[in-house]
Antibody, heavy 119, light 106 residues
Framework: EVQLVQSGAEVKKPGESLRISCKAS????????IAWVRQMPGKGLEWMGI????????RYSPSFQGQVIISADESSNTAYLQWSGLRASDTAMYYC????????????WGQGTLVTVSS | SYELTQAPSVSVSPGQSASITCSGD??????VSWYQQKPGQSPVVLIY???RRPSGIPQRFSGSKSGNTATLTISGTQAMDEADYYC?????????FGGGTKLTVL
């Protein structure tokens, strides 16, 4: 069974660093890209970027380039999303999703990680 | 940057058909996926490659495309279909989601 299990909710202060994770199981991790998607409170889905776990080739949405870093660890089947200086505007639910290249869609999603940034 | 446009809301009576549209520049040349998101849940793919339905998705969900507009049709809408629906396409190696359509079944 394919699963993407994300790390738990986080409460952080502005300026703090954070890394959240997405652990994949039930399939060969290196055969599918992993994307990160932001959903701010009451708003829609925003694609942040995507990583190829086999070589860490990473692409970012222009809106998020330079704001976050996406990485992956093949040895632990885990993808990561990290910030070096959080802002209140980073408060959101963050989802990881598996991308199927051949059919061009996101077929499995993590349960989401809620990040709250508040002083 | 590329944009996909969806109506913010659509209402439908139970048992009727609901159509949710998504428009974008040169969308006719791209594959479109559709996702359903219920409150407090992660999105679920309903349609991929514009018209194909993953296994396990009810047949009442169908996708089509005409020109630069893609349409998700829900036939025989049920109360359980009340949710937010998002279209998605790729442009210049970037995935783009539409703004979402809230479907109300009343």
């Amino acid at each position: 069974e394919v699963q993407l299990v994300q790390s738990g909710a986080e409460v952080k202060k502005p300026g703090e660093s954070l890394r959240i994770s997405c652990k994949a199981s039930g399939y060969t991790f290196t055969r599918y890209w992993i994307a990160w998607v932001r959903q701010m409170p009451g708003k829609g889905l925003e694609w942040m970027g995507i990583i190829d776990p086999i070589d860490s080739d990473t692409r970012y949405s222009p809106s998020f380039q330079g704001q976050v870093i996406i990485s992956a660890d093949e040895s632990s089947n885990t993808a990561y999303l990290q910030w070096s200086g959080l802002r209140a505007s980073d408060t959101a639910m963050y989802y990881c999703a598996r991308h199927v290249y051949d059919t061009s869609n996101f077929d499995f999603w993590g349960q989401g990680t809620l990040v709250t940034v508040s002083s | 940057s590329y944009e996909l446009t969806q109506a913010p809301s659509v209402s439908v009576s139970p048992g009727q058909s609901a159509s949710i549209t998504c428009s974008g520049d040169k969308l006719g040349d791209k594959y479109v996926s559709w996702y359903q998101q219920k409150p407090g849940q992660s999105p679920v793919v309903l349609i991929y490659q514009s018209t194909r339905r993953p296994s396990g998705i009810p047949q009442r969900f169908s996708g089509s495309k005409s020109g630069n507009t893609a349409t998700l049709t829900i036939s025989g809408t049920q109360a359980m279909d009340e949710a937010d629906y998002y279209c998605q396409a790729w442009d210049s190696n970037t995935a783009v989601f539409g703004g979402g359509t809230k479907l109300t079944v009343l």
